[in-house]
């Protein structure tokens, strides 16, 4: 079936929601044999970043065989590193303290200030000791996606950019969903049970059902350098007591915290000034030159947790939780996911197909567990081996190996391979084009999630344009829609660019969007 007709006929199982959970969600249902339709209002993983698989050195509370599964059926989207805690003279966390909580659940080592200066020189002079554990980074966008795709394999339909705009009712029980699709077409589909899979908007999902559901949302913020400015992963205390965490993966730096409750309107996510001054005031105190390295962007999240009173928001999000809607409020066809790190959304998955099935009558736990990821199924060539084979620099086969793992030879089968689309992250032509063809790439935004596209310093710059070119011609855009194309993505990406800039940093984007005879939409 085409990508572009509207969906029909009845499912077993229709997930709404392609964050990270719902996709694991969607697989999990169509190994176990059952047929499945997901569907996400924006792209796959949207929500999604890249962050520590364990939760740092100061996480005790961590399911260590998914974390450890994870590693293995997804080695290729996840990179090994060394995460930190340093000791800071006028107070910070107690390492005493860190290393009983961890003892029995993770090993730890304790360092000297010299050696921890050596494994991290960055460090300033008074820090006197040091406690490091081992973690996994791992890229959100590429894992959502892995699990999208590995359904779509095992026979489920996935159409993102396509919105639940109602559910189908039969009295009380839920029988099914309206949806409007990109091109605002709007379908019924039937299905046996229906899953809430949406994230923080899983209580406005739930309410069409008449059903209430109480959440926490928590607001992520991330300040994002394209380059490694540090050896180690490291925690910092906030001024508040909230911790800070710099993450090393893949060549970037990813500098991030819990910013509190969310209570304002999803779709109008802003990062400020003072959000990205409170990270960089915890981080130069474990990282004093942090301030000389420019960052390239900032970007804001919502995440949703089970909701707890009095309870820090940071803490919500180590749990997850399914609902039964019929047993908890009489609405037979819904179950609801929601919450969790990811480390264990193939848990959260689990347990919520496990519930989908004990309605359904069927559906025997599937090799979902330790079946590898897309990817990660056979063993990848060496970085040297395939660009000699396929004529490109090294610096783009390590890029599409990080993405694309044991597959990564299909994806330079076309002609195109020798030639970039974006040169500050090596994306190929190739790449991009099967990004569009086998990948569910719709928009510049979604290859930025995708592929990486206009991730460098540029932040599209040098590479919007030519990207527009390559992706209209694939997907039949017009010359008129190549370019509002373009200057979608650069008001997009002008977003998360605006908080981070210094004079110099304004310098460049006045004189980038000068060059195109103005400012994207009217900035």
Known sequence: MSQSEPPRGLHDVIVI??????????????LRGLSVLLVERGDWGGGASTELLHGGARSAELDRDEAGRLQRVAGHLARRCVAMVPSL??????????????RGSRQCERLTGDEARRLEPGLPAHVAAALTVV?????????????????ARAGARALNHTRAVALLRDGAAVVGVRLRGPDGARSEVRARVVVNAAGPRAPEVAALAGATLRLRSTRHVQVVYDRQIAAVAISADAVDGREVRLVPHGGATFLGAVAGDHHGDLDALEVLPGDVDHLLQAAERVLPAIREHRPVRARAAVRPAPFRWRTPADALLRRFEVIEH????????????????????????????????????????????????????GVAPPVRALAAEHGI????????LGRHGAEAPEVLQDPRRGRLVCRCEALTEAELVHAARHEQVRTLADAFRRVGLAAGPCAGAACVERAAEVLGQELGWSPSQRREAGRDYLTGAWRGRAPVLDRWGWA????????????????
Do not use: F, K, M
């Not at 003279?89 to 961890?102: F, H, R, V, W």
């Open 17 to 30: 929601g392609g964050g990270i959970t719902g996709a694991g969600v969607g697989r999990d249902l169509a």
């Open 89 to 102: 003279p006028d107070g910070g966390p107690g390492l005493d303290a860190i290393e009983s909580a961890l």
């Open 135 to 151: 973690d996994w980074s791992v890229d959100g966008h590429r894992l959502a996606w892995a699990n999208v795709l590995d359904a």
């Open 393 to 400: 620099t090294a610096l783009a086969a390590a890029r599409i």
């Open 508 to 523: 460049q984007e006045e004189l980038a969007y000068g060059a195109r005879r103005g400012w994207p939409g009217g900035l």
């Open 326 to 377: 019929d047993r908890r409020d009489g609405v037979a066809g819904l179950v609801t996911v929601v919450g969790g790190p990811v480390a264990q959304y193939r848990l959260a998955a689990e347990r919520a197909a496990d519930a989908v099935c004990a309605r359904l009558g069927g559906g025997a736990r599937a090799a979902a567990v330790d079946r590898p990821l897309p990817g990660g199924n």
